[in-house]
């Protein structure tokens, strides 16, 4: 697809120490824009393999400005030194993907108080303190894109993840909502979500399906250009799919994305939802 040039921008990527965090910050990279790699990930390990300062370092291999910030999205202060050390490196801020995430799709019986506040204090909480963190640096500049990795609001796909879709479909509100708070500024806030399952430490480490039916994390990277290609008051408040994204800005052929050539991406809809739960 074609790259929109994204040269003197700077991005945050949450939960971009691997996975599809890692994948959307090497393509922002790619389009020319500088980054801060942030998440709570400093050093691999056996489950978790990847980290911020591994990124970082792929990112100026690809001739872009880095720097690799260590912060848990829980606790306003790391949230607040993150976005600071970010000004202070490269003087604002114009794009802010929302990737981190915690996964927990159990029964309202299986979810003990303490992981519905991790689900809530990650995805939605999250979501909305590190917005509401960057907000002012897009004002002051007139052009911002804040995009939430979290699905379209329908009630109908909580059965067997009600934690989770609280708030996940809490993420998905604030773009409706703060779309238009800050149209007038140039800014734009939507959501992002796969049709498919993704290949993603989730669907390795919870036993999600196999390769046969993800996707690879390049589609949600690649949907996210997509979606920066578009100058912020002509696509805002949106709950958007790759699938559909990629087809506006002209990408047809979605089989590159599969993991094995003869796959069959399973609808995200179709996943199991018994027994998974843990970090995404």
Known sequence: MHLPDLRGRVAIVTGSSRGIGRA???RLAAAGCDLCVTAKSTAP?????????????????????????????????????MVQATLDAFGRIDILIN?????????VLDTPMNRFDLV????????????????????????????????????????GKVAYCISKFG??????????????????????????????????????????????ADILADATLAVLSHEPPT??????????????????DLDPYKCTPDGEPLS???APTRNVGGPR
């Not at 990737?99 to 029964?107: F, R, T």
């Open 235 to 252: 696509l805002t408040g949106q709950a958007l799919i790759d699938e559909d994204i990629l087809r506006r800005v002209g990408v047809t």
């Open 99 to 107: 990737n981190a995430g915690a996964l927990w799709w159990k029964d």
């Open 120 to 159: 809530l204090d990650v995805n939605a909480r999250a979501a909305f303190k590190t917005t509401r963190a960057v907000l002012p640096s897009m004002i002051q500049h007139g052009w911002g894109h804040i995009l939430m990795m979290s699905p379209p609001i329908d009630p109908a796909h909580a059965t």
């Open 268 to 270: 995200i809809l179709d």
């Open 24 to 26: 959307v910050a090497l």
């Open 171 to 216: 993420m998905t509100l604030i773009a409706h909502g703060l779309a238009e708070e800050v149209r007038h500024h140039h800014i734009a806030c939507n959501a992002l979500w796969p049709a498919t399952l993704i290949e993603s430490q989730a669907t390795l480490n919870y036993g999600i399906g196999s390769p046969h039916i993800w996707r690879k």
């Open 45 to 81: 390990t056996p489950h978790l393999p990847g980290s911020i300062y591994e990124t970082r370092d792929a990112v100026i291999a690809l001739g872009r400005r880095a720097i690799a910030v260590p912060c848990d999205v829980r606790h306003d202060e790391e949230v607040d030194a």
